[in-house]
């Protein structure tokens, strides 16, 4: 039997939809603008997750999806993904609100490989179902859901099928329902929603609608309103999964404010046709499961390593917990150049880290982590900076930058307008600089601490020359804030950026995570 506190995963893994397969459960999660994107994860227990890696490299080769020039997709690429196993074969459908085009991939084995398939429409926050009968259909749309059948190779929609409206909430909503997962049980049909409760508020909860038949009429009703003691930052947008023997439970998860969205495990039950989750009307503190295989070992979610040898022993991949802040330049970074490094090559002039290509990073952990690297600027030129950034819109940043062939460390960073999730979205506002000192050397170590505890959101940059020396803080602690501009949790990064010239190099070596900032 596990027991462990909700939430199960402290860390950034929004949308989950999670199925089961035979003894084993997946999960899909968004990642916006990340590469590669789509995480897919496994579990024996739903407590402990893993891992198996992604569903694409990239989505579109457009300057905006290669962070070209000022273009970026920050916020946008894959949301809200819906994961399903049907007939042996796996699909994973979400739609990226950028190219508004709805993305359709199948697979034979979880962990890939993904081969995209062609499918017609824009399907928002959509989830498959595929009923009893061999029918397939689609549950999509915000404020209003629509119901619409595919055709049976779920290229599009199946001309004269049943294409209805199931739901619409009212007009002055902060949050209409969207983020729907639908689902079939003991003859009654269930779509989930994320919904807000009135005009102005921020706390989300979740709608379950129930139907005898899918031409019937589907009755709604609020299945969990829950904070869980939290900055009224509710429990939402998920879906009900079954194990082995027979138990339910519901998968949802909280805005935990700068560190992201955090999955939450409720157990689950059926009155009167309706599910009935959590314990009381609320999230439970801890939840129990059992695992079907007891003695499986997990891999860890972050890590230190850059990378792994492939399957074939021939080259070196990026380990899965890495992933860069757009679709990389391949050209532009080496993981072979130097044995144990990330080098980094400035391609680009840019304003700020925000346009840096190939941002390698790496999600925080709650309720505090650290992170700590060395760091190279032998190859880099005048006007350059390299750093620890803690990624997201109104980012903090310690940082190695060259002037006039010396070496000096800043911590720079782009104040927040204010404490509102709307973002600024002024990705080229030039940051401030809140802390600066002369290095005798282009050698430095960097270091990261970020504390999530009850929503403090703060950062701290420290450094020092060496592993003999103490760690000195630089700058100012960092206020942190989860923002639509990134719609993402704060994550570890390491950046390279140009002001002046192009051709430096950076090297990233000895990357430490930690689970804890005291570490």
Not at 276 to 288: A, D, F, H, S
Not at 316 to 338: C, D, I, V
Not at 359 to 371: I, N, S, V
Request: aromatic share 14%; hydrophobic share 35%; proline share 4%.
């Amino acid at each position: 039997m596990m027991n462990v506190g909700n939430p199960i995963i402290y860390s950034d893994f929004p949308d989950p939809d999670v199925i089961r397969v035979g003894d084993t459960y997946y999960m899909a999660s968004t990642t916006m603008h990340y590469m590669p994107g789509c995480d897919i994860l496994r579990s024996y227990d739903l407590i402990n997750w893993e891992l198996l890696g992604q569903v694409f490299e990239g989505l579109a080769d457009n300057p905006r999806h290669r962070l070209e020039g000022e273009n970026n997709i920050y916020g946008k690429g894959m949301w809200a993904p819906t994961l399903r196993c049907y007939d042996g074969t796996f699909y994973l459908l979400f739609a990226a609100n950028d190219t508004h085009e709805t993305y359709l991939f199948e697979a034979q084995r979880a962990e890939g490989p993904w081969k995209r398939r062609p499918i017609g429409g824009f399907y928002y926050d959509s989830s498959l179902f595929f009923d009893e009968d061999g029918k397939v259909y689609i549950v999509h749309g915000q404020k209003t859901l629509r119901l619409t059948q595919l055709k049976a190779d779920l290229s599009g929609p199946e001309p004269g099928g049943l294409d209805r409206i199931v739901a619409v909430d009212e007009e002055r909503i902060n949050l209409g329902f969207e983020g729907s997962h639908m689902y079939s049980h003991d003859g009654k049909y269930y779509i989930f929603t994320c919904h807000m409760l009135a005009y102005g508020s921020e706390r989300k909860t979740e709608v379950c609608f129930v139907a005898d038949s899918l031409t019937g009429e589907f009755v709604g009703k609020c299945v969990i309103d829950d904070d869980m003691g939290y900055h009224n930052l509710g429990v939402a947008q998920g879906g009900m999964v079954d194990t082995p023997a027979g138990q339910w439970y519901a998968f949802m998860f909280q805005d935990r404010g700068a560190l992201g969205r955090a999955p939450v495990l409720m157990p689950m039950h059926f009155e009167d046709g309706f599910p009935v989750l959590g314990e009381n009307g609320k999230v439970p503190v801890t939840v129990q499961t059992v695992s079907t295989r007891p003695d499986h070992r997990y891999e860890p979610l972050n890590g230190n390593a850059f990378t792994v040898s492939s399957e074939d022993g021939r080259s070196l991949r990026l380990m899965k917990y890495w992933q860069f802040n757009h679709a990389p330049h391949g050209e532009l970074y080496s993981l072979t150049e130097r044995p144990g490094a990330y080098r980094l090559r400035s391609g680009k002039i840019c304003k700020t880290v925000m346009s840096a290509y190939n941002t390698l990073t790496q999600r925080m952990t709650g309720p505090d982590c650290a992170a700590q690297v060395t760091l190279d600027g032998s190859g880099m030129k005048d006007g350059d900076y390299a750093g620890l950034c803690a990624f997201q819109g109104c980012y903090g940043m310690v940082a190695l930058t060259r002037q006039e062939g010396q070496y000096s460390l800043v911590m720079l960073g782009k104040p927040a307008k204010n404490e509102t999730i709307f973002g600024d979205y002024d990705y080229e506002v030039l940051p401030e600089e809140y802390g600066r000192v002369r290095l005798p050397s282009c050698v430095v170590q960097l270091r990261l601490e970020a504390d999530f505890e009850d929503k403090r959101d703060v950062a701290e940059f420290f450094w020092r020359e060496d592993e003999d020396c103490e760690w000195r803080k630089l700058g100012v602690g960092w206020k942190l804030y989860f923002k639509m501009d990134h719609f993402t949790g704060c994550r570890f990064g390491l950046a390279y950026y140009s002001t002046e010239q192009t051709g430096g190099t950076a090297d990233f070596l000895d990357f430490h995570y930690f689970n804890s900032r005291k570490s």
